[in-house]
């Protein structure tokens, strides 16, 4: 069984920035891909952004420009950035994990509230 542990949520007023951190029970390089997702009350959980193992990564629309995903290698860590924050981020954001058979790990989520 895989565990990711997360790290970095909190309260930012809009505009501030907070940075995201998945670590996984093994190595980064043993997944498919691996990635961020939230859920706001009343909506679905919806894909952040992805990481693959090749490095390419794929974002949401409405995030593309202010967040970034990239692996931290030396910490076995898979990071989110993310800058010029609005309200509408606000979200419960999981860790996601994909093996190479596609088997898919959850991590328990960490809040992120925007707000003045």
């Known amino acids: 069984q895989v565990q990711l542990v997360e790290s970095g949520g909190g309260l930012v007023q809009p505009g501030g920035s907070l940075r995201l951190s998945c670590a996984p029970s093994r190595s980064i390089f043993l997944f498919n891909a691996m990635g961020w997702y939230r859920q706001a009350p009343g909506k679905q959980r919806e894909l952040v952004a992805t990481?693959?193992?090749?490095?390419?990564?794929n974002y949401l629309d409405s995030v593309k420009g202010r967040f970034t995903i990239a692996r931290d290698n030396a910490n076995n860590m898979v990071n989110l950035q993310m800058n010029s924050l609005k309200p509408e981020d606000t979200a419960v954001y999981y860790c996601?994990?994909?093996?190479?058979?596609?088997?898919?790990?959850w991590g328990q989520g960490t809040q992120v509230t925007v707000s003045s």
């Open positions: 990481i693959g193992r090749g490095g390419s990564a």
């Open positions: 996601n994990a994909q093996s190479l058979t596609l088997e898919n790990f």
